[in-house]
Each structure stands twice: as structure tokens, then as C-alpha cells.
């Protein structure tokens, strides 16, 4: 049984102009949910997270490598628990990348992909529809009509009831919402990376289109691949996902990187915050976005980074000595 209070302590956010309101913070399954996790963790993450308020559940087709799928897989076991609280929760999930073998199942935005693709997705989930179905990486091979009428099929059978898109840039996202604005489709979200120490979509100028044309930002690696907690304060310990090789960020962890680190910190527990909070409060701040997906591997750091919600004003002093740092 869920908690009485899961709604007191969270805010939520417009997607855009849409009706759909989401969580300010999301729970995504990307890392810790696949075939090599532990079930009852799984289970104790997801409770924990509705719980808080979070009901947001991000998903995608091949999360769960090395066997693609078995996030699904795991969350639609978790579902079944859930069941009836199916209308509460908000669930996602993005084909594009490579998921099985052959032309069809390759890296692409193609009818047929996208098509077969969300059907294997209800069925490992249980589920009649999700909620929001993603093309979740921009395809050069495939025209965007093509794309933009797969995923209004998906809303025209019922299998969705709003899409986006994941990783589109300016000038793709710019044309896919012309042709989604002549289907009548309703596009809520756009999902980029963004952090305070990955600033492209404004440098793009992403989330200013997606704000003039009503549609939302579920931001991905708010934290920088966890660059942005307490985990590398004094250095890169071997348990951490750096130190075991498995982040592209290792390289940055220099020094320089871990003084700046320090000196945010400071900053955060001025505000009377961790790093992470004060992170994710800093990337909400931005009026594109809807919300932030974070990433756990035990319920104490849902827990944590939920909080950012206490502190979501900051002061001229505080952004400035931020942009300072970060601006390095």
C-alpha cells in the first residue's frame, strides 16, 4: 500500500502547454533495473520513489544491456503489485537504438521499427498503453515524416497517449514539431542530457524552441553521470561507476575538476544542500524544463535527491558564483 502523504511534498510541472503534468523529479531506469540487479532492490526503488511522489517511471526498450529489455521486463514484474494504481503513475518508454537482429531491428526511426518495437514494450510491461512513447534518437536515414507518423499511429491505436523525442537537437526538433503540428499530434516532451557541467541545449538554443512551442524538457545525466554527488569529493573511489570503468567521465576527474567540485559543494551546503540537490534544483531552474530523471541503485539516494524540491530559489549571489565555477 502506498503512502497517504505520497502528494504533499512533491511539486509538479506542466509539460509545456499540454495537460500532462509530471513529477518536477522523475525515476528513471537505465542503470540497476536490467538483468543483472537485484529484483527486491528494483522493487524497493520504485516503491520508495511513488512513495515520494515520484509518478514518472522512464523506460526504453534496450535499458537493461546486456540483455535489451529486461528493464521492462523487471518494472512490468513490479507492476503487477501496482496495478491499481495504474492511473496514477505515468509511464515512458523510446525505441531507436539497435534491439535485435536484422535490418528491421537496427539503430533507426522507421515505421516498422518503431511500430514492432512499442508492442514488444506493452507486452513486457503487461500494459495496454504508456503514457508517453519517445523516438529516442534523431535517425538521418529515416525522414521525419516517416518518424512523426509512427508515433502518431502509436496515439491513433491507443498504445500512447503522448509522444516525444530523446537526443533531437535544434534544427531536427524544429522540423519534426512542423510536421507534428499538421497531424495534430500531441508532443509533450523532448529528452536531452543537461547539467550544470553539460550546458549544450542552451548553447543550441534547444530549450528556448522547445519553450516557444510548448513543449517540455525531461532532463537526462542531471547529475553527470554522478559526477555531481559527494562520490568524488576526495577523488575517484573503485566502487564508483568511474572507478570501475564504466563512465566516459573518468578522464575528466582530474584535479582541477575535483576542486571545482569542492567549491560547488561549499555552495550547496550553504543553501543547506548536498551537491546533488543543489544540481538538480539548478538544472529545474530553467523554465524548459518539466523535470529531471534521475538514476539510483538504493532507495536512500531516491530519498536524498527528491529533497531538491525544498530549494528551488536561489539568489543573484548564488547563480553568479555558480557560473563562475562552472564556466571554468
Given at each position: ?107 533507426n526511426g522507421s515505421r ?151 567549491d560547488l559543494n561549499a ?62
Amino acid at each position: 500500500m502506498a503512502s497517504d502523504t505520497r502528494y504533499d511534498g512533491m511539486v509538479y510541472n506542466r509539460c509545456g502547454r499540454s495537460g500532462l503534468k509530471l513529477p518536477a523529479v522523475s525515476l528513471g531506469l537505465w542503470q540497476n533495473f536490467g538483468h543483472t540487479g537485484v529484483y527486491a532492490n528494483m522493487e524497493a526503488m520504485v516503491h520508495t520513489a511513488f512513495d515520494l511522489g515520484i509518478t514518472h517511471f522512464d523506460l526504453a526498450n534496450n535499458y537493461g544491456a546486456p540483455y535489451n529489455g529486461s528493464a521492462e521486463e523487471n518494472f512490468g514484474r513490479i507492476l503487477r503489485d501496482m496495478r491499481h494504481y495504474r492511473d496514477e503513475l505515468c509511464v515512458s518508454t523510446k525505441a531507436g537504438y539497435g534491439m535485435w537482429p536484422g535490418p528491421y531491428g537496427d539503430r533507426n526511426g522507421s515505421r516498422k521499427y518503431l511500430t514492432a518495437s512499442l508492442d514488444q514494450s506493452l507486452k513486457r510491461m503487461g500494459l495496454e498503453y504508456v503514457d508517453i512513447y519517445y523516438h529516442h534518437i534523431y535517425d538521418p536515414d529515416t525522414p521525419l515524416e516517416e518518424t512523426a507518423l509512427a508515433l502518431d499511429n502509436a496515439v491513433r491505436q491507443g498504445k500512447a497517449l503522448y509522444v516525444g523525442v530523446s537526443n533531437y537537437r535544434h534544427r531536427e526538433m524544429e522540423e519534426i514539431l512542423g510536421i507534428f503540428r499538421e497531424l495534430r499530434t500531441p508532443v509533450v516532451l523532448n529528452q536531452p542530457s543537461y547539467s550544470m557541467l553539460n550546458r549544450w541545449i542552451e548553447e543550441d538554443g534547444l530549450d528556448e524552441l522547445c519553450y516557444e512551442n510548448g513543449v517540455g524538457l525531461a532532463v537526462f545525466s542531471p547529475l553527470y553521470q554522478g559526477m555531481l554527488t559527494d562520490r568524488y569529493l576526495n577523488g575517484i573511489p573503485a566502487d564508483s561507476r568511474a572507478g570501475r570503468g564504466n563512465s566516459r567521465l573518468a578522464g575528466e576527474l582530474d584535479a582541477a575538476m575535483i576542486k571545482r567540485l569542492n567549491d560547488l559543494n561549499a555552495i550547496a551546503a550553504s543553501r543547506g544542500q548536498t551537491l546533488s540537490q543543489m544540481a538538480l534544483s539548478w538544472v529545474l531552474r530553467n523554465r524548459a524544463v518539466t523535470t529531471v530523471l534521475i538514476g539510483a541503485s538504493r532507495p536512500e539516494q531516491i530519498r536524498e535527491n527528491v529533497k531538491c524540491v525544498e530549494r528551488l530559489d536561489f539568489s543573484e549571489e548564488e547563480l553568479e558564483a555558480i557560473e563562475r565555477l562552472i564556466r571554468r
